[in-house]
């Protein structure tokens, strides 16, 4: 299984980005995929997931600008980023929890990760 991220760039604030994750390889069921970000010196933290079913959640600092969508045939996750913030300057990680094809549990899997960085 592996994760391709893309999207990331250099924006100014109160710009927007649209990040991608798609997953690829043996998947046999996704659970849910989402997004965390990692700022310099700083642990990494979740911004937003979504299951299957399309039940989603955000960090605080997420909720009203951000939104996570997802294309369950593409396997597919998006995040819509809206008015974004210096403090939205960080590394984006997708990860996915999937059951891939030669097991019967779901396993977490990560991309490579995509900087976004929003000047003042």
């Known amino acids: 299984v592996q994760l391709q991220a893309s999207g990331g760039g250099l924006v100014q604030a109160g710009g927007s980005l649209r990040l991608s994750c798609a997953a690829s390889?043996?998947?046999?069921?996704?659970?849910?995929m989402g997004w965390y970000r990692q700022a310099p010196g700083t642990e990494r933290e979740l911004v937003a997931d979504?299951?299957?079913?399309?039940?989603?959640n955000y960090a605080d600092s997420a909720k009203g600008r951000f939104t996570i969508s997802s294309d369950n045939a593409k396997n597919t996750v998006y995040l819509q980023m809206n008015s974004l913030k210096p403090d939205d300057t960080g590394v984006y990680y997708c990860?996915?929890?999937?059951?891939?094809?030669?097991?019967?549990?779901?396993?977490?899997?990560w991309g490579q990760g995509t900087q976004v960085t929003v000047s003042s």
């Open positions: 990860y996915a929890a999937i059951i891939s094809s030669a097991e019967h549990f779901p396993r977490t899997y």
């Open positions: 390889g043996g998947i046999s069921s996704i659970v849910h």
């Open positions: 979504i299951t299957r079913g399309g039940v989603t």
